[in-house]
């Protein structure tokens, strides 16, 4: 059973910092590009950054670019959103993705067939 599972998410102060881990299991994702979408109460789920099966091309939200730096480690099967200078408006259910085909980068979430549960990420002002 392929399984998702995201940590490090909680209640931080605006400017404050956070780092997001998703480990998988079940399956390695050595091999499939992999992502962090968030979904903000009554919004839709949004894409947030994206990152290629070796760590190379990264693609991110303009909302969040220069902020929030994603990263991986294969040999743990774990992807990493490191999160700086939060805003009241990064307050989200934080997911993370990952593609089950060698596919590169992408923004659409149709394109992830694996999702993890959540995390709630909460900034206060």
């Known amino acids: 059973q392929v399984q998702l599972v995201e940590s490090g998410g909680g209640l931080v102060q605006a400017g404050d910092s956070l780092r997001l881990s998703c480990a998988a299991s079940?399956?390695?994702?050595?091999?499939?590009?992999m992502g962090w979408f968030r979904q903000a109460p009554g919004k839709e789920r949004k894409f947030v950054a994206t990152i290629s099966w070796n760590g190379g091309p990264t693609y991110y939200a303009d909302s969040v670019k220069g902020r929030f730096t994603i990263s991986r480690d294969n040999a743990k099967n774990t992807v990493y959103l490191q999160m700086n200078s939060l805003k009241p408006e990064d307050t989200a259910v934080y997911y993370c993705?990952?593609?089950?085909?060698?596919?590169?980068?992408?923004?659409?979430?149709?394109?992830?067939?694996?999702w993890g549960q959540g995390t709630q990420v909460t900034v206060s002002s």
């Open positions: 079940g399956r390695t994702f050595s091999d499939n590009a």
């Open positions: 993705a990952a593609r089950s085909t060698s596919g590169g980068i992408t923004t659409m979430p149709d394109f992830y067939e694996y």
